[in-house]
């Protein structure tokens, strides 16, 4: 009879007392929370707007929703909703399905950041053709990149450098997969990219045939690479590299101007190069800074955990010729794993003579 009979007014203080008296109530029995939403679906329908966003503002506190108190609060929150999507400590897939259905793209990633998400909402998800919708759950660590999810994350990374970056940091995500964003990515990350490939096989890539019908050995390559960079000739450097490799200038000239040596080592190994002659071309080619002394062990390590088949298949993966879905195939797996109970090497020869370079380099830089 108030709601009826006692005007807007006060239906907008009935529906706000009872909503602040819901959710102080803590977790309802079957039966009151059957008596309110029966109270709430009448006081909603005839409050004033003001009143049901803050009627609706204030349920969303409450411990525990059903469905429909949950379709309540989403259709009368306002502005709100964002904050009510993201704080409730569990939601229906119904509520977040109708979310989804309204193409609310904030409130859609906002989604896409929870932990609680079925397959079923997933899939419309991933259905959404939104960076930011894909921008969350690419770095929602409650979602397992598998099957469909991993093609589309993957897939996704090729065209949105922050998707990239997100997917590089995680370690359940084969960061070999993230190939074509390499040049989108930190210098970390690429490294991760090329550890990746590190002990395991690789479908025979495109480029390989370029490679194999050079006449030009590897100790040639390297000594006029090294020359090249020795003298800081990089537009040269640009221009050979083009020619050999068959990738297009623009491309190049970022591998030339690559001062830390990520996408020049990918270019060495694929030609063959062995860790010694790779490493000298690397000390004329990257900045000489305190840190040196690790990222050369660093590459090291990789002329001899990657093959110059993987990456002659990351530089095919560069030109976009490469499905790189079939790396998920159980033949290209990783076959080996460094064993947490074998000790570092100590030293490592090959580096010590490179450090010893890079010294002599620098001595004669100062004179």
């Not at 803050?54 to 525990?64: D, F, N, S, T, V």
């Not at 998400?117 to 939104?130: E, G, I, R, T, W």
Request: charged fraction near 20%; hydrophobic fraction near 45%.
């Amino acid at each position: 009879m108030l709601i009826e009979t006692g005007g807007i007014d006060r239906t907008n203080t009935l529906l706000i007392a009872a909503c602040d008296a819901y959710t102080r109530r803590g977790k309802p029995t079957p039966p009151e929370m059957e008596q309110f939403e029966a109270l709430a679906g009448r006081l909603f329908p005839t409050a004033a707007p003001q009143a049901r966003a803050k009627g609706a503002a204030i349920l969303g506190r409450a411990e525990m929703l059903s469905p429909m108190l949950e379709r309540l609060v989403v259709e009368n929150i306002g502005e709100d909703l964002n904050s009510f999507l993201q704080s409730a400590t569990a939601l229906s897939d119904q509520t977040m399905l109708d979310v989804i259905a309204r193409e609310d793209i904030p409130a859609a990633a906002i989604l896409a950041t929870r932990s609680d998400l079925s397959n079923v909402v997933l899939a419309k998800l991933f259905q959404l053709n939104s960076r930011k919708v894909y921008r969350a759950l690419a770095a929602n660590p409650a979602i397992q990149p598998r099957g469909a999810y991993l093609s589309a994350l993957a897939r996704s990374a090729q065209m949105d450098h922050i998707v990239a970056e997100s997917l590089a940091k995680r370690s359940d995500f084969d960061a070999a997969l993230l190939a074509p964003a390499f040049f989108d990515l930190s210098d970390s990350d690429r490294i991760k990219v090329i550890q990746a490939f590190a002990h395991r096989g690789t479908p025979i890539a495109p480029i390989s045939k370029t490679i194999e019908q050079l006449t030009v050995a590897s100790a040639d390559l390297t000594k006029a690479l090294m020359k090249l960079f020795s003298e800081n000739r990089r537009p040269e450097v640009t221009r050979l590299l083009s020619q050999i490799t068959g990738l297009d200038e623009v491309r190049c000239g970022q591998i030339a101007h690559d001062v830390t040596g990520a996408s020049l080592f990918v270019i060495l190994r694929a030609f063959g190069c062995s860790a010694y002659d790779g490493l000298k071309v690397l000390i004329h080619a990257t900045s000489h800074d305190s840190e040196r002394s690790q990222a050369l062990a660093d590459f090291a390590t990789l002329f001899g955990n990657v093959t110059p088949e993987s990456m002659a298949y990351l530089m095919s993966a560069w030109r976009g010729e490469v499905n790189l879905l079939e790396l998920n195939k159980p033949e290209y797996k990783p076959f080996s794993e460094t064993s947490r109970r074998t000790p570092a090497a100590t030293h490592n020869p090959v580096v010590d003579q490179a450090i010893e370079a890079l010294a002599r380099i620098g001595l004669r830089r100062a004179g």
